[in-house]
């Protein structure tokens, strides 16, 4: 029977039953806990989904210092990654797919960053100064990698500090479809880099006869990512003063739209 959830952020018996292994094992002895992790995660997603401030979580909530505090605790011990990678793995074998991707879809997108936030630039060709997404997705697009930079930074060289990441891991990856963006010498670079499993970068460009909007082949599945995630509130502008915090809001709002997919 489904939990009756106190807002539409929280989780589900489903979906909390599906991820509750994958959290922390709490000490034994001790004062046992005042909070439980579902309630924590319910308050995190709320957070994610409402885009409030820390300090304005609703009173049905644990305090807010405390789930801020799990939430840095979690990402310092790699849990969110954690979990978001075997999500990735779960859904794809739902989907009729392997565990890991053999093509990719990689994109940016440049983002405006709160007053008070951390490194930051200029997007000239955006037009907005923040911060900038690099990701990488499969072809269900979910995400492989991601990387926040400040917007200033050249889509090229910000897809080398996703790319690098994956030297070692993705084996099955060879073939990385991207927009003329990144055309250059970061098609060469890949191809060096994953040696001897060489990765081609293919650039899809626009029909030279196109005009106004048009669905280009695979860019489309990367786009949609990015809309998913400008449907989060508190991503929608860049409020974290870490970087890497900011790819950690990423994988959560991930990780809430893949359990979404596994037990609507």
């Not at 929280?10 to 002895?29: A, K, N, V, Y």
């Not at 794809?92 to 997108?109: E, F, N, V, W």
């Not at 994953?194 to 460009?205: I, N």
């Not at 508190?234 to 870490?242: A, G, I, S, T």
Request: net charge positive; charged share 25%; hydrophobic share 40%.
């Amino acid at each position: 029977m489904q939990n009756v959830s106190l807002y539409p952020s929280s989780l589900t018996d489903d979906q909390w039953e599906d991820i509750q292994s994958q959290l922390p094992q709490r000490l034994g002895g001790g004062r046992p806990p005042r909070h439980r992790y579902r309630d924590l995660l319910d308050a995190i997603f709320y957070l994610l989904r409402a885009g409030c401030a820390w300090r304005l979580l609703p009173q049905d909530f644990a305090p807010w210092q405390t789930v801020c505090g799990y939430f840095h605790r979690w990402q310092q011990q790699g849990v969110w990654q954690k979990i978001h990678d075997a999500l990735v793995r779960r859904v794809r074998r739902a989907a009729g797919k392997l565990p890991t991707a053999s093509a990719a879809i990689l994109d940016s997108q440049s983002v405006k960053c709160a007053d008070h936030a951390g490194p930051r630039g200029y997007d000239a060709g955006k037009k907005i100064k923040g911060r900038k997404r690099h990701v990488l997705v499969d072809t269900l697009g979910l995400i492989l990698a991601v990387r926040v930079t400040a917007a200033a930074v050249q889509d090229r060289d910000g897809a080398r500090t996703v790319l690098v990441g994956l030297r070692h891991h993705a084996s099955r990856l060879r073939l990385i479809w991207a927009d003329g963006g990144y055309a250059g010498t970061l098609v060469g670079w890949l191809w060096r880099l994953r040696a001897p499993r060489r990765v081609r970068l293919e650039v899809v460009k626009r029909a030279a006869t196109q005009r106004g909007f048009a669905v280009l082949p695979k860019r489309w599945i990367v786009e949609r990512t990015l809309g998913w995630l400008m449907k989060q509130r508190r991503l929608r502008c860049d409020y974290e003063q870490l970087l890497t915090t900011s790819e950690t809001m990423i994988h959560v709002a991930m990780i809430r739209l893949m359990l979404k997919r596994l037990h609507p």
